[in-house]
């Protein structure tokens, strides 16, 4: 149990293009999703906190013009990278709270030219 | 502001030996604490504490918490090169149980 999935798994784009990455709870009901960013050798970075039906909350220094998060139901968030440029090329990762664990999805590696 | 902190950064060890990884933190509204194993790709849950003193374990690991010190330690027994990988350590706190990472522990095990 407990699984979540990302699709797609790896995305190459040009910039200037908009890119969506989608995150499901395939076996459960996620209370809260949460989009992180990963870059090569460093930590996850929280980048928002989304609940379904409402707005997402984003941490200082994201912008939320640029990454939008959609919550439309207890098992599915999108994260779209707007306007995308190559400093956005990272490994975007979600994670899906049931009661007080998350779980994480198995990650999308941006790559913007 | 939130803290985490976890040491060693890296060890390197051979198959067979036990390592203990040092977690500590500093977190509002402090709900639980969560290790995950991370390797190629995205982070993979081991163990959730929420109690002080009570030891979890799954295998060879094995994982404890004290909220009072705001420490916890995540223990490997009998390594094996299967557990290279990445271990972070993650408090999660207020209303929505937000985690904050550690940088991790690099894990090294040669044979």
């Known amino acids: 149990g407990a699984v979540v999935s990302q699709h797609p798994s790896r995305v190459i784009c040009k910039s200037g293009t908009s890119v969506k990455i989608e995150c499901r709870s395939l076996d459960f009901q996620a209370t809260t999703m949460f989009w992180y960013r990963q870059f090569p050798k460093k930590s996850l970075m929280l980048m928002a906190t989304s609940n379904e039906g409402s707005k997402a909350t984003y941490e200082q220094g ?4 640029k990454f939008l998060i959609n919550h439309a139901s207890l098992t599915l968030s999108t994260l779209t990278v ?8 990272s ?5 899906a709270r049931v009661d ?3 779980y994480f999805g198995p990650g999308t590696r941006l790559t913007v030219t | 502001e939130d803290k985490v902190v976890q040491s060693p950064l890296s060890l390197v060890v051979h198959e067979g030996d036990t390592v203990t990884l040092n977690c500590s933190y500093e977190v509002t509204n402090f709900r ?8 190629k790709k995205a982070p993979t849950f081991l163990f959730m504490l929420t109690s002080s ?11 404890i918490l004290d909220k009072k010190e705001l420490f916890s330690i995540l223990n490997i027994t009998a390594t094996q090169t299967g557990d290279s990988a990445i271990y972070l350590c993650a408090p999660s706190g207020g209303s929505n149980y937000k985690l904050t990472f550690g940088k991790g522990t690099l894990l090294t095990v040669n044979p």
């Open chain 1, 91 to 95: 490994f975007y990762i979600c994670s």
């Open chain 2, 32 to 39: 639980s604490l969560l290790w995950y194993k991370q390797e």
């Open chain 1, 82 to 89: 707007t306007s995308a440029h190559p400093e956005d090329s």
């Open chain 1, 100 to 102: 007080s664990e998350q």
């Open chain 2, 53 to 63: 003193g009570i030891e979890k374990k799954s295998g060879r690991l094995s994982s």
């Open chain 1, 62 to 65: 994201v912008e939320k013009d």
